[in-house]
């Protein structure tokens, strides 16, 4: 005996479910009409396994009443694209993402091209504070602005850092575990008298050129975690060069930009 099949969603049970949606996720117009989109397919899954008939061609149907649906609630407000892209590449500027990936990320949800430009592009100086006593208080850029897409691009970069414990973050323990290995594979013949650096404490020169192996190796493996996340060399390279200090001020503009 063939399983009872409901009937097809209709537009209004299909309007009812993208507000439902709208309620709880925010989403581009590409993204809900795919949500509807996949409400259909389950339906048509459903009365194929179940043998009912014209199928097929009522899901073909509702697709377009989908799209009508979708567009309708960019019509209302409901959907705003650009509001979309703009307040998502914020939030992954503060999880380390970078451009190329949040570019990726908004064209996967259907965000067009223009749109995506516009979200990746950085704040505009604000009006120039008076000066003398108005002026205090703007920090050393001299304004109260926002982040430059290319600022925005290193604060990303120094979460990222924070994240993996790169750079200005690295603890004492890494740094040394690194540099410590390459003492440890110095041969007893290397620690000779002509290996001692007679200008300071007695090391012998192969551990000094160990050590800075270990940090050219160390920076590195550093460049490649930041390349693979899709940031530039210069970017990456200047946010790991930073002191700790000018890491966490940067970091400190990106959460007040937020």
Aim: glycine share 8%; aromatic share 4%; proline share 3%.
């Amino acid at each position: 005996m063939l399983p009872v099949v409901s009937p097809a969603p209709d537009r209004a049970a299909l309007r009812e479910a993208a507000l439902a949606h709208l309620a709880r996720f925010g989403t581009t117009r590409h993204g809900l009409e795919q949500v509807l989109l996949r409400r259909v397919a389950r339906w048509r899954a459903r009365a194929t396994a179940a043998g009912a008939e014209g199928a097929e061609e009522q899901a073909q149907a509702l697709a377009a009443v989908c799209t009508e649906i979708a567009q309708e609630m960019v019509s209302l407000g409901a959907v705003d694209d650009a509001a979309f892209a703009h307040a998502r590449a914020r939030r992954l500027v503060r999880t380390g993402r970078s451009s190329r990936a949040i570019e990726a990320h908004l064209a996967a949800r259907g965000v067009a091209a223009p749109i995506r430009a516009q979200a990746m592009q950085g704040d505009e100086v604000q009006e120039r504070p008076e000066e003398g006593a108005g002026a205090q208080g703007y920090g050393q850029t001299g304004y109260n602005r926002g982040l430059s897409a290319t600022e925005r691009e290193l604060c990303a970069a120094l979460v990222l850092a924070r994240k993996r414990r790169l750079g200005p973050f690295a603890s004492a323990v890494q740094e040394s575990h690194a540099a410590d290995s390459m003492d440890d594979s110095i041969s007893s013949d290397e620690w000779g008298s002509e290996a001692w650096d007679e200008d300071e404490s007695p090391r012998p020169r192969q551990v000094a050129a160990g050590r800075r192996r270990a940090d050219a190796g160390g920076a590195h493996r550093a460049l490649g975690v930041l390349a693979r996340a899709g940031f530039a060399r210069d970017t990456a390279a200047r946010a790991l060069d930073m002191t700790r200090e000018e890491a966490d001020e940067w970091l400190e503009r990106l959460k007040a930009e937020s």
